[in-house]
């Protein structure tokens, strides 16, 4: 038996064309369906550097599936540090790793789910999609712990969208108490 060639992007992109595979901006996969978790990890591995730690929403994906996995979210280690290239290529935001609860899953370097709550809580990007990753990685003990837990560390406007994405999931539990996650 041989072994299955790798597909360019061009040609993965046309099997998703087809029907034949499943996508969702740079990350293609030849299966239909879309990934589970550990399927979403190799994926977004292949394409992270060895060095980054997926963490805001590209974690938020990695561990729900809802959402986007770009722009890439990821952390880097304060030392040693990146190169100007990988810095300015990655936008990588600096921070003392061992603060943190990592995982890895498949080859990929992630934050745990707690950390990976908080970063979504503040860190920069859409507020339904970061609410959407909240509403399904947590429960609503664990968000109030969270939102305590953050809430004198952070910056005003990062206040401000933490204090807007707990009332969005909030509400949706409210709204919406029966959906199993």
């Known amino acids: ?20 595979g499943w996508r969702i901006q740079s990350i293609y996969t030849d ?11 190799a994926l977004v591995a292949e394409r992270l550097p060895q060095w980054a730690v997926a963490a805001g929403q590209t974690a938020g994906w990695v561990w729900t599936g809802l959402g986007k996995p770009e722009p890439w979210a990821v952390l ?55 609410a959407a990753q909240l509403y399904s990685l947590v429960t609503k003990t664990e968000l109030h712990s969270v939102v305590e837990q953050v809430r004198d560390s952070l910056s005003k406007p990062a206040r401000d969208r933490a204090r807007r994405r707990a009332a969005q999931v909030s509400q949706w539990w409210r709204d919406h108490p029966v959906v199993t996650r």
């Open 1 to 20: 038996m041989h072994p299955t060639p790798t597909l360019s992007d061009t040609e993965r992109h046309a099997l998703h064309l087809d029907g034949d």
């Open 31 to 41: 299966r239909r369906e879309p990934p589970l978790y550990e399927e979403r990890a």
């Open 76 to 130: 880097c280690a304060t030392t040693p540090a990146l190169s100007p290239i990988a810095r300015t290529q990655w936008r990588p935001r600096a921070k003392r790793l061992e603060r943190f609860t990592l995982v890895s899953v498949r080859g990929l370097r992630l934050l745990g789910r707690m950390d990976c709550a908080a970063d979504l809580l503040s860190h920069q990007g859409e507020d339904e999609v970061a």
